[in-house]
């Protein structure tokens, strides 16, 4: 290995680890979430906003990700996005409340927001050009091993240890990646800078958290009736207002011009949608098994194993069926499936067969993870070089919206029908819940009309890239 290749490789590895810490963070609390409301006593039923709380937080900030590392330099922003990552953790280890968990992941989700985009803009201005996909794929394997070993090793150290080791861990990680980032981040300028639409970037900011703390307050906040109905039409509001501004200033967030390419928008909407229904899965999946079915935390963290395995087995075979049946016809058919596949967790009961939960989990892993990355590369696959970026950070903002979204509306629709049947028993619950599957499926399968829109002839005609997001 030459001189010049050992610090690409150590900033290689120092990134990938950035993005692994990103996104266990993201699945590793799932499992966790009924052991925490007992401590902090609360209802399991009632603890989505922790989770809703660290994804609207990275979405907020993603679309200024780019800006601020321009501004202030790639080292001294990924330095300060893990310092407030485990700030954020160590908040969250000693919180005594919902309110301050909340509070604290917010925190969290700050830091967490800027670790993937400033690593990525560190690797796009210093790797050559023909090692770029190379080394986006080397950062992307921790996108699949976060997912799939966050849910079990937050069941082990809950059962194990406490649910408040599973923000503590990152504190040792966070203080080696620190020293680290000193030594390998590059110290990396804009050469130009921008102009940032700060009065734009609120509009947009206030709309999303608008929106989402209606759908979440509807049975994390106790709002009824006009309070929801104020924070939707103020959300709508400020974000129709973001883009008539867009299209009039010379330097939005957005280029109104991005919506212009078919696939994309498309493929944002389809994203939106879509990921309402199965962005709720990591969450509801975990309370059902362990509330409902009498799972402890380590096996209903081992529950979730199947969906990422399936999910990574099902990689290999995404370009092909793409090749063959082109992007329409797989993501309205897919689709259409993942849909099914949540709905059938509504006939999950105690006393069923193991196998058959499985195979339940297993199908779907399958079919949501060929769900994910055949709608990322739909949407960003006819973006020219000058609206890539751009491209993929809107695509990425809309990713974690609709995670924050879809365990928001997941969670509303549970209180509802445990409004129906009542929480006096196990078996009322489990009612609660094989309904909200059965909800949350019918949403999945409504999304598959906006795919039909899709071009006939759009075909994967290039490998399909591998995800860094973190969500497929």
């Known amino acids: 290995m030459t001189g010049a290749q050992s610090p690409r490789k150590s900033l290689l590895w120092l990134v990938a680890v950035g993005?692994?810490?990103?996104?266990?963070?993201?699945?590793?609390?799932?499992?966790?979430?009924?052991?925490?409301?007992?401590?902090?006593?609360?209802?399991?039923?009632?603890?989505?906003?922790?989770?809703?709380?660290?994804?609207?937080?990275?979405?907020m900030l993603?679309?200024?990700?780019?800006?601020?590392?321009?501004?202030?330099?790639?080292?001294?922003?990924?330095?300060?996005?893990?310092?407030?990552?485990?700030l954020g953790s160590l908040l969250c280890a000693v919180s005594r409340d919902v309110g301050q968990l909340v509070a604290a992941r917010v925190v969290q989700g700050m830091g967490g927001a800027l670790l993937l985009p400033v690593g990525r803009l560190a690797l796009l201005r210093s790797v050559p050009r023909a090692e770029f996909l190379a080394a986006m794929s080397f950062v992307a394997i921790p996108g699949l091993i976060g997912p799939l070993l966050g849910p079990t090793l937050g069941g082990?150290?809950?059962?194990?240890?406490?649910?408040?080791?599973?923000?503590?861990?990152?504190v040792p990680v966070g203080l080696v990646g620190c020293i680290a980032t000193l030594y390998v981040m590059p110290d990396l300028r804009a050469a130009v800078r921008r102009r940032f639409d700060a009065v734009g970037y609120a509009m947009l900011a206030f709309g999303m958290v608008a929106i989402s703390l209606a759908i979440d307050g509807v049975s994390?906040?106790?709002?009824?009736?006009?309070?929801?109905?104020v924070l939707v039409i103020f959300g709508f509001a400020s974000i129709a207002a973001y883009w008539l501004r867009a299209a009039r200033i010379a330097d939005p967030l957005f280029e109104p011009a991005l919506f212009g390419i078919p696939t994309l928008g498309i493929g944002l909407l389809g994203n939106l949608f879509s990921r309402l229904g199965s962005g709720c899965m990591p969450f509801l999946l975990p309370l059902l098994l362990q509330v409902s079915m009498g799972y402890s935390p380590l096996k209903a963290g081992l529950m979730m194993l199947p969906i990422a395995l399936a999910g990574m087995a099902m990689k290999r075979y995404a370009t092909p069926l793409i090749l063959r049946y082109g992007y329409r016809r797989v993501l309205v058919v897919n689709t259409a499936?993942?849909?099914?596949?949540?709905?059938?967790?509504?006939?999950?009961?105690?006393?069923?067969?193991?196998?058959?939960?499985?195979?339940?989990?297993?199908?779907?892993?399958?079919?949501?993870?060929?769900?994910?990355?055949?709608?990322?590369?739909?949407?960003?696959?006819?973006l020219d070089g000058s609206m890539a970026s751009s491209g993929n950070t809107l695509l990425s903002m809309v990713q974690m919206l609709a995670m924050s979204m879809g365990v928001a509306t997941a969670s509303a629709v549970?209180?509802?029908?445990?409004?129906?049947?009542?929480?006096?028993?196990?078996l009322a619950t489990l009612h609660a819940f094989e309904a909200t599957f059965a909800s949350m499926g019918l949403i999945t399968l409504a999304s598959a009309m906006i795919?039909?829109?899709?071009?006939?002839?759009?075909?994967?005609?290039?490998?399909?890239?591998?995800e860094v997001s973190g969500q497929g």
């Open 62 to 86: 993603i679309p200024a990700s780019g800006w601020i590392a321009d501004r202030l330099g790639t080292r001294r922003v990924f330095f300060a996005a893990i310092v407030t990552f485990v």
């Open 337 to 382: 499936l993942v849909g099914l596949s949540m709905a059938s967790f509504g006939l999950a009961a105690p006393g069923q067969p193991l196998a058959l939960h499985l195979l339940q989990l297993m199908v779907f892993g399958a079919v949501n993870s060929l769900q994910f990355t055949a709608m990322n590369t739909i949407t960003l696959k006819d």
């Open 156 to 170: 082990w150290l809950v059962e194990y240890a406490s649910w408040h080791w599973i923000f503590l861990i990152n």
């Open 220 to 229: 994390g906040l106790g709002l009824h009736g006009i309070g929801v109905l």
């Open 451 to 466: 795919f039909w829109h899709l071009p006939p002839e759009a075909r994967a005609v290039q490998p399909v890239q591998p």
């Open 414 to 426: 549970l209180n509802g029908y445990t409004g129906v049947f009542g929480t006096a028993s196990p």
């Open 19 to 59: 993005f692994f810490m990103q996104t266990l963070d993201a699945t590793i609390i799932n499992t966790a979430l009924p052991a925490m409301a007992r401590s902090l006593g609360e209802s399991p039923l009632r603890m989505q906003s922790v989770v809703v709380a660290y994804a609207l937080a990275m979405a």
